[in-house]
């Protein structure tokens, strides 16, 4: 321990000797490590951690799917004959994929509240053990049940002050009263951010088509995922025998539900955390290099020692004592840069991330950080010491304190090489995402951004209980707010572009193959594509006279008439959807593709109602301005009150904000990866200027025999130059062909843009090229200066 305790004293009076090379190697570690240990902290926290709920590992999402693979969700009947017939699961929950709009009313100004459906024992099935109150009886799950709701922790904090009195309060929403039964610790939703939550109460009799469950199970102990995959599909079969117009080749697939949760966001975080480990391996081999440029000083001192005794395992425990006591000063400073970059991850990436809200630097992440410090402590406390066991004692006693060589060593050299190689594959990976995005960028979405305001709107069925009343609002609505002075053009549609919401619908249209199709289908007033500027191709648009008791008119979209009805002319073709009942219409018109699922998804078949023919409780608001949009929100919200003053109004947001959160994930990837490719390129010309540095600084002599015997500066500048980018070429060879690799991975993340880009490859390999040659010509210029008498002089 003595010892120890010798060699750690010794190895910080050797950092405060020579402060510069101690800062630089600890500003290396703390970045390198630090951006390295936020990445794993999001990679940690989405994929590697347990989910938050009681034995996870016990959890499943169960899917619907057609004989062909595509999967849905669990129609309620299904769900109910699953729920009454399985033996392998200790319980089985539902909630809807339709997420309702709470209209609460009764405090100071409406609000609108985010709601979900789930069934009775849904918090119990993935093990959340409520504050206070209870969960939902399977009594009211009954169609037109009883009005109850159970809030979530951070409503009842902000919107009842942590009443202790919550349980059994009655509250008003959409016009009716609601009693909170419960309330719920924090916990993580696995579907969105929901603030309050509703028993599901559907008439389950004429629903069995209609797949709008997300259902989960948890499997009873003992039970195998395949154990319950095998019951279940008995079952599929039997409900497929006894309805099979409507479960005809329909079954059911079992899976982890922590694999379903995190399957889209883990390959880009595992591209990323291969990225975090380049960086490194960057800074390993950085440091390494340093160590060896500041371990030649010590020549002298080294072979002394060795001359007195002291066997090459004393000497290598000091030098790995050296580099392990700087590599936990780097993990601690990494850690600060830790914190940091996880809070920056925070805010900037996507929240289509799971539970990224979560993630934070706790022990398992320090521990990350530590241990990457370590091993790179003890590398390059290492490094040096196969230097120093080829150094031949007698001649470095001889030589002083002159250089240990006339040139690099192999192992310098590779270091380097392998510097600039890893930069290379991490800006060829950042260079092609930042392509993939300026690809996306140039989409056209269909309709134009500018000056769009939105807001969503859902009305109360209990108030708005009839097809006028509702048509009557919306009416009235448009009306008022289209007065509003620099309000060019007002329009409702039931769903947005780009919103990720759609309503898939199938449909049989009167073509001479007479097959079915699914197509999404959006309920709009007359004037929305005239307010998205979106063109017609064909036909009319809706126009006023296009309501309620007049024969049923439809638009589509050319994806639908190309799909369906191929060259033939769509307009005035019938078509029939089974919604409640039959609804059959005629298409009066074709209009432009617009991207509704992402601008990377090719359009998808649409089909547009007029809204008095398919009128709905909800719509989202699109209003076109003069000037800002967002300073018109008071005013229709003003507007929205002077027609019902109970009525809640959204938040208001802008179209170009809708586009941008869209491309958000892609930019997040683009930004995460070009800031570790900026480091690397970073680390990449320390590496090489320092190495060049030592280059210069071992053949001061010879430089100066050069000059004195004739030599012109030029080739002075030429030779270290060369040096600097003979090794660069190498590292950009072997980077390419490594590059190809790691691009194929990156594949599934491009848009627009191939795996092997030559744009982003020659711009990435030129990149890094100028900054080695920038690198290679400070210490060559600093050369070609030598004053050769003062140079040989010195030696």
Known sequence: MNMFLQDVRYAFRIFLRNPGFTAISLLILAIGVGASASIFSVVDGVIIKPLPYRDPNQLVRVYGAWSQGTREGISPPDFADYRAQNKVFESLAAESNYSPLMNLSGVDRPQQLQGRYVSAGFFKTLGVRLLAGREFKPSEEAWKGPNVAIVTNELWNSLFGHDPSIVGRQITMNSALYTIVGVLPPFFDMVGKSQIYLPVQQNILPMRGFRSQIVVGRLAPGVSIARAQAEMNGIAKGLEKAYPDLNKSWHVVVLPLSEEIVKNSRPALLILLASAGFV???????????????????QNEVAVR????????????????????????????GSA???????????????????????????????????????????????????FAAMPLGESLKQGSRSIGSGLGVLQTSLIIAEVALSVVLVIGAGLLIRSLQQLQRVDPGFRTDHLL?????????????????????????????????????????????????????????????????????????????????????GRFFTASDRDGAPNVMLVNQAFARDVFGNEDPVGKHLTFQFDGPYEGVIVGVIGNVHHTSLA????????????????????LVLRTEGDPKAFASQVRS???????????????????????????????????????????????????GVLSFLVSQRTREIGIRLAVGASRGQILSLIVGKGMRLTGIGLLLGAVSALAFTRLLSQLLFGVGAVDPAAFSASLLLLAGIALLASYIPARRASLVDPVRALRNE
């Open 337 to 387: 840069v830790a914190v940091g970059c996880t809070s920056l991850v925070r805010r900037l990436g996507p929240a289509t991330i799971p539970r990224l809200s979560e993630i934070a630097v706790d022990g398992r992440v320090l521990l990350f950080a530590i241990a990457v410090s370590i091993a790179i402590g003890v590398f390059f406390g290492v490094v040096p010491v196969f230097r």
């Open 454 to 538: 939105v807001t969503r709107v859902a009305l109360p069925f209990h108030k708005y209980n009839t097809d006028q009343l509702l048509a009557g609002f919306w009416r009235n609505a448009l009306r008022d707010v289209s007065e509003i002075p620099g309000v060019r053009g007002a329009a409702f549609v039931s769903e947005l572009p780009l919103s990720g919401l759609n309503n898939p619908t199938p449909f049989k249209a009167n073509t001479s193959a007479g097959r079915a199709y699914a197509t999404f289908v959006r309920s709009i007033s007359p004037d929305y594509p005239a307010v998205m500027n979106i063109p017609l191709r064909a």
């Open 639 to 689: 507007a929205i009150w002077a027609i019902d003053r109970d009525q809640a109004v959204g938040t208001f947001s802008t179209m170009g904000e809708v586009v941008h959160n869209g491309l958000i994930q892609q930019r997040f990837r683009s930004l995460i990866l070009g800031l570790f490719s900026g480091i690397a390129m970073a680390l990449s010309a320390i590496g090489l200027y």
């Open 306 to 333: 060795m001359a007195l005794g002291s066997s090459k395992f004393r000497l290598t425990r000091q030098l790995v004592t050296e580099g392990a006591v700087l590599a936990l000063l780097g993990a601690s400073l």
């Open 280 to 298: 490194v391996l960057i800074v390993a081999a950085n440091v390494a290099n340093l160590m060896l440029a500041q371990t030649s000083s010590r």
């Open 601 to 620: 998804a090719d359009p998808f078949r649409e089909v547009y109602l007029p809204l008095e023919q398919s009128t709905l409780t909800g719509y989202n």
